[in-house]
């Protein structure tokens, strides 16, 4: 994908066929850090639809819909930087290695490369995290008519942590040994996959239980 061109640009259907094209970026990354930019979207959503209805703590509400909309416009931005970052990989692999000095440059590059592309999805699993964790806090209180609103946004974040933790450690083994962050991520990814699942769970829940009641 040429650089210059930013994903959110896109039309749904450009962006569509990007991802099916033989072109390596965007790629799961980015489409991880969409899938929670459109959770976050629909939680703002249901916060919208629920401001000013008869019972509704107002200003708690809002707080979850302002949460939600920052959470999007990061996820958003980390989608571009994730197809920057796997772009940069790709450059980094295909510069010279004739001489010692372009072996060194090569593998300078392709370190720094790797490393971005292993730090931006494992930012994008984070903020998808707090993103499951709004949609556990509007589930249960969020207005009745858009339950299932909330439904697709808890499965939606729940699918762009997992995302995004399977290009961290795609990308993982591929650090040298002594990265510090081959060494943190692990753990971090444990707690991320903990968490997110603790949050879809308490948000399907609700969901299940308000649109059994109805």
């Not at 302002?66 to 959470?71: F, L, M, S, V």
């Not at 990265?179 to 399907?204: Q, Y």
Request: net charge neutral; hydrophobic share 50%; charged share 20%.
């Amino acid at each position: 994908m040429d650089a210059t061109i930013s994903i959110t640009d896109l039309t749904t259907a450009q962006l569509a066929e990007r991802l099916a094209s033989r072109e390596p970026v965007p790629g799961g990354g980015s489409a991880s850090a969409i899938a929670g930019a459109m959770a976050a979207g629909l939680v703002a959503m249901v916060a919208e639809l629920t401001l000013g209805r008869p019972g509704a703590d107002d200003a708690w509400i809002t707080r979850i819909r302002d949460g939600a909309r920052e959470r999007m416009s990061r996820l958003l931005a980390l989608a571009q930087q994730d197809a920057a970052a796997y772009d940069a990989v790709v450059r980094a692999r295909r510069l010279p290695r004739e001489t010692d000095g372009q072996r060194a440059k090569r593998a300078a590059a392709v370190r720094g490369a790797t490393l971005e592309a292993t730090r931006v999805p494992l930012i994008a699993a984070e903020v998808a995290v707090e993103v499951a964790e709004l949609t556990a806090a509007i589930a249960p209180i969020g207005n009745p008519n858009a339950v299932s609103d909330a439904g697709v946004a808890a499965h939606l974040a729940g699918a762009a942590v997992h995302g995004a933790l399977l290009n961290v450690r795609i990308n993982l083994p591929y650090l040298p040994a002594d990265e510090a962050l081959r060494a943190i991520a692990p753990g971090d990814m444990t707690r991320l996959e903990e968490a997110a699942a603790r949050h879809v769970r308490a948000a399907l829940a609700a969901v299940t239980a308000r649109m059994k009641a109805t």
